[in-house]
């Protein structure tokens, strides 16, 4: 079965660092792949999606993820963080096997200190 | 165009009561999905709905968990006899559909059950 693994689960950085969190999934097929950010007290949002085309992926508010297929990768990245990307962000696949469901990884809470 | 709406945010109930939880897609998204987050945990795919019909349920508990998108109004996830253990958030995403599908999703029903 298709899964996701979000390695970095609690993340610390001061504000202006850079960012970079892991993702890898487990299938080797073609993949349609999301990050997806969680502000406190809030519902989830769409930061970035990959379905084919360029690997590197721009998504909102500065940050980017580039799709490494050999390595079986969706890392996402940002070049200097802000204190209100204080958040949850969690990478999805969507599963191979048919119908349109999204497999999670667990998470990573990134809290920027100013 | 509003998002996805779902209501009621909280919900709290005692054990053996019922849950109702409802969802209304985004305008023109015909596609319904539920999603269940554990605390500590990321999302799992509980059920997949398009208008009155079920697609996929197969991350559904075989019991006490039912679902339903009738033609007209909202989705609704209802729990009978509820548990200490369906203590959770769920959120409820909607689509087009499609190959490029992109799901967006609800703020989430904080469900306690005491």
């Known amino acids: 079965a298709q899964s996701v693994s979000q390695h970095n689960h609690h993340v610390i950085l001061s504000e202006a660092a850079s960012l970079e969190l892991g993702c890898n999934y487990s299938y080797g097929g073609t993949v349609n792949l999301f990050w997806y950010v969680q502000y406190p007290g809030q519902h989830l949002q769409l930061l970035l999606k990959y379905f084919s085309g360029d690997p590197l992926v721009k998504g909102i508010k500065g940050f980017e993820a580039e799709f490494i297929k050999s390595k079986f990768s969706f890392n996402l990245r940002k070049p200097s963080v802000q204190w209100s990307d204080t958040a949850e962000y969690f990478c999805?696949?969507?599963?191979?096997?048919?119908?349109?469901?999204?497999?999670f990884g667990a998470g990573t809470r990134l809290a920027v200190h100013p | 165009n509003a998002g996805v709406m779902q209501n009621p945010r909280h919900l709290v109930r005692r054990r053996g009561q019922e849950a109702r939880l409802r969802c209304s897609p985004m305008?023109?998204?015909?596609?319904v999905y539920w999603y269940r987050q554990l605390p500590e945990e990321g999302l799992k795919f509980m059920v997949y709905l398009q208008k009155e019909n079920i697609i996929d349920e197969s991350g559904m508990p075989k019991e006490r968990f039912s679902a339903e998108f009738p033609k007209e109004g909202p989705s609704i996830l209802r729990i009978q006899q509820v548990v200490r253990g369906d203590s959770a958030a769920y959120f409820c995403?909607?689509?087009?559909?499609?190959?490029?599908?992109?799901?967006?999703f609800g703020p989430g029903t904080r469900l306690t059950v005491l």
């Open positions: 999805a696949v969507k599963d191979p096997g048919g119908y349109n469901k999204l497999i």
């Open positions: 995403a909607s689509s087009y559909g499609g190959a490029t599908d992109t799901q967006y």
């Open positions: 305008k023109g998204h015909s596609h």
